[in-house]
């Protein structure tokens, strides 16, 4: 066969050198376009990381989300004794409790939450690395609206994401929890929180003290909420932290980026020790 018939039948069954390369480039773009969509479906759709920890979690966390109203209530009688009538709400509320009803020390419940947050870039869409975790352990010692000494110790093991890979790199490069396996925050200046909140008020004051990552400790400040429920304590925070403070790299790894710096943020719920 000569080479005008080679051509001839080339061209005759599609296989001519420039087809070929045509859709090899269509193919390549097919391949990138999937994976860049996939990426975009999974930040914006599947990448459950949940929002930022605010006074609402702190409300629920201590269970004071609004409940529907009992079917009876007290009501007092002619002759001044208490009956119960079906379809009215309690017009009376509890008396408030007093400052000294909350002395002494406090310890953290499993309604607790701490962890971190840290914005990432994933292949050039932008997405939220949430971590949480409620293996913590600590004290909180109250004399009268002051808050004198809180110490919380957390396992880092314990806090985890929405992607058990990501998981792997926070406990094993990042945060080293093998030789390092608590995160830790004490309290070096009472808080005085001017009075004990009632109901659902909570108060906001400043907060002074020491946190330790990675095994480096570093002075913070930061505002906390509080607020008192059923006989329960809750506390709202967040601290910044930039990684470099903490002899921490910077977390990015192949096509995930991340910022230099990220939030630490807590939900405490203390009972009565």
Same mark, same amino acid.
């Given at each position: 066969?000569?080479?005008?018939?080679?051509?001839?039948?080339?061209?005759?069954?599609?296989?001519?050198?420039?087809?070929?390369?045509?859709?090899?480039?269509?193919?390549?773009?097919?391949?990138?376009?999937?994976?860049?969509?996939?990426?975009?479906?999974?930040?914006?759709?599947?990448?459950?990381?949940?929002?930022?920890?605010?006074?609402?979690?702190?409300?629920?966390?201590?269970?004071?989300?609004?409940?529907?109203?009992?079917?009876?209530?007290?009501?007092?009688?002619?002759?001044?004794?208490?009956?119960?009538?079906?379809?009215?709400?309690?017009?009376?509320?509890?008396?408030?409790?007093?400052?000294?009803?909350?002395?002494?020390?406090?310890?953290?419940?499993?309604?607790?939450?701490?962890?971190?947050?840290?914005?990432?870039?994933?292949?050039?869409?932008? &997405?939220?690395?949430?971590?949480?975790?409620?293996?913590?352990? @600590?004290? +909180? %010692?109250?004399? *009268?609206? $002051?808050?004198? #000494? =809180?110490?919380?110790?957390?396992?880092?093991?314990?806090?985890?994401?929405?992607?058990?890979?990501?998981?792997?790199?926070?406990?094993?490069?990042?945060?080293?929890?093998?030789?390092?396996?608590?995160?830790?925050?004490?309290?070096?200046?009472?808080?005085?929180?001017?009075?004990?909140? &009632?109901?659902?008020?909570?108060?906001?004051?400043?907060?002074? @003290?020491? +946190? %330790?990552?990675? *095994?480096? $400790?570093?002075? #913070? =400040?930061?505002?906390?909420?509080?607020?008192?429920?059923?006989?329960?304590?809750?506390?709202?925070?967040?601290?910044?932290?930039?990684?470099?403070?903490?002899?921490?790299?910077?977390?990015?790894?192949?096509?995930?980026?991340?910022?230099?710096?990220?939030?630490?943020?807590?939900?405490?719920?203390?009972?009565?020790?």
């Amino acid at each position: 066969m000569s080479a005008t018939d080679e051509t001839s039948a080339d061209a005759t069954t599609g296989r001519s050198p420039k087809r070929w390369i045509l859709w090899i480039a269509i193919g390549i773009v097919a391949v990138v376009a999937l994976f860049f969509g996939a990426i975009f479906v999974y930040a914006n759709f599947i990448n459950d990381s949940p929002s930022a920890l605010d006074e609402t979690d702190l409300s629920n966390a201590l269970g004071t989300t609004t409940a529907a109203p009992d079917a009876t209530s007290t009501i007092a009688s002619t002759d001044g004794t208490d009956t119960t009538a079906a379809g009215t709400t309690p017009t009376s509320e509890p008396p408030p409790p007093t400052a000294d009803g909350f002395d002494g020390d406090w310890v953290p419940t499993t309604a607790s939450e701490f962890g971190y947050r840290v914005e990432e870039v994933l292949a050039g869409v932008n &997405t939220t690395a949430v971590g949480r975790g409620n293996e913590i352990d @600590g004290l +909180l %010692t109250i004399d *009268g609206t $002051t808050a004198t #000494v =809180v110490d919380v110790v957390v396992q880092i093991e314990s806090i985890t994401s929405d992607d058990s890979r990501r998981d792997g790199q926070f406990t094993g490069r990042i945060m080293n929890a093998a030789e390092f396996p608590t995160a830790e925050f004490r309290l070096t200046q009472p808080i005085d929180f001017g009075r004990i909140p &009632t109901g659902d008020e909570q108060i906001t004051a400043a907060a002074t @003290g020491e +946190l %330790t990552l990675r *095994g480096v $400790t570093n002075p #913070v =400040v930061f505002d906390v909420t509080a607020q008192t429920t059923g006989g329960r304590i809750g506390v709202l925070g967040s601290i910044p932290v930039d990684f470099a403070d903490y002899g921490i790299e910077n977390p990015s790894f192949g096509a995930i980026k991340t910022e230099d710096s990220g939030l630490v943020e807590f939900v405490l719920v203390f009972e009565r020790a």
